[in-house]
């Protein structure tokens, strides 16, 4: 990656360099990795019987799971044509459940993302949505990265110009370790095309955020 001049940050996807082959190897690197800081920690994983395993468990969660959209490649959204006489015009809105981990301190993400469009020439499944958000989400990141992270990635998948990520998260970090501040709530929003400069199209998604927060809040 470095030859190539790929960046390879936390928050960065690098699966054009990861061959499926290669992710057992990886995981079998880290597990030794974190043998060896559960050492430092001088905690006893031979005896211990919570803590045998572990090292590898935290390997298998950092590569298959918690940072999982670095090395995957992106979901497939398989797009719809919508170009018909009666296509739909209006505002698709869609509240996708996230769970991320900060780059500072590895610490949970909890949160929610509303995705809004205009609907475009074509069209992407409902749940495309939050599989494209999520696999975003399962990186080390800063939330607000992860929104331009998403938008962007919503923009390529629908071919929307008119899009708008609104991020609602709770920080591990900020609740567990430093400020322990427990009803903490960070909200980040990235707006684009007429989300950014028309106003009745941007009170319109957030009214529409309202309307989802009523009916099932988080
Ligand atoms: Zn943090």
């Not at 015009?89 to 929610?112: A, D, I, K």
């Not at 992407?124 to 494209?132: M, Q």
């Not at 919503?154 to 709770?170: N, P, R």
Request: glycine share 6%; with cysteine.
């Amino acid at each position: 990656m470095k030859a190539d001049n790929k960046r390879f940050w936390a928050g960065d996807n690098i699966a054009d360099y990861i061959a499926p082959s290669d992710k057992e190897h990886l995981i079998e690197e880290a597990t030794k990795a974190f043998e060896q800081v559960l050492d430092t920690l001088l905690i006893d994983r031979e005896t211990d019987p919570n803590s045998k395993g572990t090292a590898r468990r935290l390997a298998k969660m950092y590569f298959n799971e918690i940072m999982a959209g670095r090395y995957d490649p992106r979901p497939d959204a398989t797009s719809f044509p919508n170009d018909s006489e009666d296509r739909y015009e209006g505002m698709l809105v869609v509240r996708s459940e996230l769970r991320s981990m900060c780059s500072h301190h590895h610490q949970p993400v909890v949160g929610v993302a509303y995705i809004g469009i205009i609907a475009a020439q074509h069209l992407i499944g409902l749940s495309k949505y939050t599989r494209i958000a999520q696999w975003c989400a399962r990186r080390g990141t800063l939330q607000e990265e992860l929104a331009n992270d998403i938008a962007r990635e919503i923009e390529k998948a629908t071919g929307a110009k008119d899009l708008g990520v609104y991020i609602q998260a709770v920080h591990g970090c900020c609740e567990n370790r430093g400020i322990m501040a427990h009803s903490s709530l960070t909200q980040t929003t990235v707006l684009k095309g007429a989300f950014k400069v028309d106003a009745g199209t941007k009170k319109e998604f957030f009214d529409n955020i309202k309307l989802q927060q009523e009916f099932a809040p988080r």
